[in-house]
Structures are given as structure tokens and as C-alpha cells.
């Protein structure tokens, strides 16, 4: 299905682990969700503030490589 062991996607279904985004497009073909589902969870997303103070601490620690994580994420989960 997607390549996974069924470990591994009991491991993402419980919030253990985090997919990588290719691994999100395959989950999001396979589930026929929209990718944005993978990335968002009640309660979490719904104060825009609270947003973007939990963003801005994520980027203000973090490495050149570790931006790219973010901004690879971003991209592939915004839809048209």
C-alpha cells in the first residue's frame, strides 16, 4: 500500500512517530484525505495567535536543515 510496515502506520495513527511528506502523499492517495488533513488536529490549529507563537519557537532554535523540514512541510500542505 504505502510501503510501510502496519508498525509504522499504527506508530503515525498514535502520534509516535511523524511521517516524512513523501510518506503523507502516499497516506493521503491511499486514504483519499487531502494532504492539509495530515497536518492538522483538533484544538491545536484553532487560536491564530497560539499558532504563530508555537511556529516562531519552533523556528527560532532551529538549523538551516531544519527550516527546509518546515518549509517542505508547509509547502506540501497547502492545497489549491
Do not use: Q, W
Not at 527550516?67 to 508547509?74: I, Q, S, V
Amino acid at each position: 500500500m504505502i510501503g510501510k510496515s502496519g508498525k509504522y502506520v499504527s506508530d503515525v495513527e498514535t502520534g509516535r512517530i511523524y511521517p516524512r511528506p513523501d510518506i503523507i502523499e502516499k497516506l493521503s492517495d491511499v486514504l483519499r484525505m487531502p494532504v492539509s488533513a495530515f497536518y492538522f488536529f483538533e484544538g491545536i490549529d484553532d487560536n491564530p495567535k497560539a499558532l504563530r507563537k508555537t511556529i516562531e519557537g519552533l523556528i527560532a532554535v532551529s538549523s538551516a536543515d531544519r527550516l527546509r523540514k518546515f518549509l517542505r512541510h508547509m509547502l506540501v500542505s497547502i492545497e489549491d
